[in-house]
């Protein structure tokens, strides 16, 4: 996970293929992920119906390999998996959007 921007109304994330911003001026979340052959449409959500962030933990049934991921669940059910390279960037990744969006 790289941190690409943090001010205090602005943090943005970068972990692979994916952008995660948070605006605060603009009141929105958004998502951006790279495709192969074209460039999907950015998925967005406003700040006030996150509900939650958490981390979501799996294991590769194939490898054996922990896989884990922030999760940012918004109040209408749906949710944003914001890849990691193992637990502990998930969790301070967590911690980080926790403290930028004043979550407990």
Do not use: H
């Amino acid at each position: 996970m790289t941190v690409a921007e943090k001010t205090q109304t602005r943090l943005v994330l970068q972990s692979g293929g994916a952008t995660l911003s948070f605006d605060k001026n603009a009141k929105q979340a958004e998502l951006q992920r790279k495709g192969f052959l074209w460039k999907p449409k950015p998925v967005t959500e406003p700040l006030a119906n996150v509900a939650e962030i958490s981390v979501d933990a799996g294991v590769d049934r194939a490898s054996g390999v922990e896989i884990c991921n922030t999760m940012i669940v918004f109040k209408s059910g749906t949710a944003w998996a914001f890849g990691a390279n193992d637990r502990a960037e998930a969790q301070e990744n967590a911690k980080l959007m926790r403290s930028f969006l004043s979550l407990q």
